[in-house]
């Protein structure tokens, strides 16, 4: 298929190709001086003496991040509803049971505190947030939440590199953040994805459990620093390697540019929508202010067939997506309850997201926009 404009375009150049190539070189391929490197700078870019654990994905820094929070059989933590899957595999593959928490609101579709609360039972151990589209979630709410009902907090950072709330970095407030560098996101490595804490402890674990619970890697044997190992806790290997941290330090250098940008299409976008009937927009005085332009939600209105607007969108080569499906609607999840969360499953309905990278033109724009118009006419 080829699109006019697609979902996702990758920020890459000459850099990515140079820094790939000179791994290659170097013959050292996995956990080496630039993984080191990439944790230290991403974690001097967090601020708020964050430490960071480069891993294998994002889904790796979830699941490691439950583990190494003593999360697992008998635990509940509260998930938000509007998210991406990944969020509640990795509770389920720790042994807890997911909770789901509503949305706000149809403005505000980052979990909504209130239900949060309302959802907490005896067995609640911990909340998962996600700063979806990059939005960051109502931290002052969330943060006072956890402490007072003494709750572990999680922050999926998936979408939100480079997106602050009162000037701070997300994945900085809750016990652990954890980011993906998956292909399409705002940091983009292909796989990767790291964890963050602000705490010592949970970072040893964390090193731990992401390399067979050994206590030297190859590199300390190698540069002469550990003769041997032992094995403290049963780990995984979650770990990166040295391409893949390589390309993570390019972008990390590109981010704050690569996100203005995004900024100024989002912007672009909002103007000319104020224009077509059909469509209301999310986080209407958030998306443009600290988030990180993730993706571009939109909210069709009710009765719109969105099958026939996805399929005229794709006739005039614009690529269209949707995050997400309701995860009970999965055959993995239908059985489960999850508990209610209205506001979310109408959103799982009515949602579709717009092309949105940081090479996008003006020009780009007009297009999408004026197909959705006319997708939009054809769909009512
Ligand atoms: C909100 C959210 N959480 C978690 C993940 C999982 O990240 P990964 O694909 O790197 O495992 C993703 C990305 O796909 C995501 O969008």
Redesign the pocket.
């Known amino acids: 298929m080829s699109w006019k404009v697609q979902l996702f375009k990758l920020n890459f150049d000459e850099r990515e190709e140079r820094a790939v190539a000179e791994v290659i070189r170097s013959g050292w391929l996995t956990m080496g001086d630039k993984t080191v490197a990439f944790e230290r700078e991403f974690a001097a870019y967090l601020g708020s003496d964050a430490r960071a654990i480069a891993v294998s994905?994002?889904?790796?820094a979830?699941h490691l991040a439950l583990l190494a929070l003593g999360i697992g059989s008998g635990d509940e933590v509260i998930v938000p509803a509007q998210?991406?899957v990944?969020?509640i595999n990795a509770v389920v593959l720790s042994g807890a049971t997911p909770k789901m928490a509503d949305c706000t609101s149809f403005d505000d579709w980052n979990i909504d505190p209130a239900d949060i609360e309302r959802k907490i039972s005896g067995r609640t151990k911990a909340v998962m947030i996600?700063h979806y589209a990059g939005v960051p979630c109502d931290m002052d709410a969330i943060v006072d939440l956890c402490a007072r009902r003494n709750l572990k907090l999680i922050e999926?950072c998936?979408?939100a590199p480079g997106a602050r709330y009162k000037g701070r970095s997300v994945g900085t407030f809750g016990d652990a953040g954890c980011w993906?560098?998956?292909t399409n996101?705002n940091l983009s490595v292909g796989?990767?994805?790291m964890v963050t804490t602000r705490s010592g402890d949970l970072e040893q674990q964390v090193r731990y459990l992401r390399s067979h619970g050994m206590t030297s890697l190859t590199l300390d044997r190698h540069q002469g620093r550990a003769i041997s190992y032992d094995v403290v806790r049963p780990g995984l290997n979650y770990r990166i390697d040295e391409m893949r941290a390589a390309l993570g330090l390019v972008q990390l250098s590109k981010l704050d540019a690569a996100n203005t940008r995004r900024r100024e299409i989002v912007e672009a976008y909002r103007e000319a929508l104020a224009s077509v009937d059909g469509v209301a927009l999310p986080f209407p005085d958030r998306l443009d202010r600290t988030g990180s332009c993730h993706i571009f939600p939109i909210l069709l209105d009710t009765g719109l067939d969105r099958l026939r607007i996805v399929e005229a969108l794709k006739s005039a080569g614009v690529q269209s997506s949707i995050h997400y499906p309701a995860v009970h609607q999965f055959s993995a999840y239908a059985g489960m309850d999850l508990g209610a969360t209205p506001v979310a499953d109408e959103i799982a309905q009515r949602e579709l997201t717009l092309p949105l990278y940081p090479g996008m033109s003006g020009d780009d724009v007009t297009l999408v926009v004026a197909a959705l118009r006319t997708a939009i006419a054809q769909a009512a």
């Open positions: 994905n994002g889904t790796a979830l998210t991406f990944a969020d996600v999926d998936a979408h993906s560098f998956f996101k796989e990767g994805g």
